[in-house]
Structure formats: C-alpha cells, structure tokens
Nanobody, 131 residues
C-alpha cells in the first residue's frame, strides 16, 4: 500500500525553525521516480503550494516563502523534508506532503505547484506558530 506520513509538526514560537518530515511507504523506485511537494492549508483558506523537488533534486518555491523554506529528499530513505526558518504566525497551517506519478527527470514550477499533478497525499501535520 502506497502512503505518505508526515511528522514534525507542533507548537513553536515565532522566529524559531522547524523541520517537517514525510515518509513514503511503497516501492523505493516509485519514490525516486516521482517529484514531491509540500502544501499547506490555513484555517479558512485554500490549500497552497509551498515547496517542490523534482527527480534531479531541483527545488521550487513560491515567492512568498522563498528564502525561509527548504525542501530536500533522501531517495535511499524514501523521505522528503521541509525546513522552515524564521517562523511567522502566518505559517500556522496543516502541512501536507504529496507525490506525483512517475515524472520526467526535470520538472517545472508550473507543474509542481498544481495540486492535480499529485496522486498521493499524506494526512497532514499541524504547525502552530505563536507570536
């Protein structure tokens, strides 16, 4: 069974850093041949793209989080991580990781930021930032 499980969320103070992890269960080749993304959904808002990484290790971010968010992957461990620095109260949200089907080695921001590009989603992990 293919699944994604996020961890690492919690209650943090503004200005601190946090590292979220996402573990993939399934065939290792399936993970390494896919692009991965992180999305978040704040209360009352739509889910939004915050980071993506393609098969080559290329990383993609929206301008709103560039410089504070860092996505990385470890294909040997079937994991993808998201580090968030200088956390703000506006970062409070449920964070989801997601996996695309098998993709080209190089992806584009346009592809990675679209939710319809992803076939598998995790259940999410809550991040709450207090001021």
């Amino acid at each position: 069974q293919v699944q994604l499980v996020e961890s690492g969320g919690g209650l943090v103070q503004a200005g601190e850093s946090l590292r979220l992890s996402c573990a993939f269960s399934g065939r290792t080749r399936t993970f390494s041949e896919a692009a991965m993304g992180w999305f978040r959904q704040a209360p009352g808002k739509e889910r939004e793209f915050v980071a993506g990484i393609d098969r080559s290790g290329g990383t993609f971010y929206p301008e709103s989080v560039k410089g504070r968010f860092t996505i990385s992957r470890d294909n040997a461990k079937n994991t993808v991580s998201l580090r968030i620095d200088s956390l703000k109260p506006d970062d409070t949200a449920v964070y989801y990781c997601a996996k695309t089907p098998r993709t080209a080695f190089y992806a584009s921001l346009d592809y990675l930021r679209e939710q319809k590009s992803y076939e598998t989603w995790g259940q999410g992990t809550q991040v709450t930032v207090s001021s």
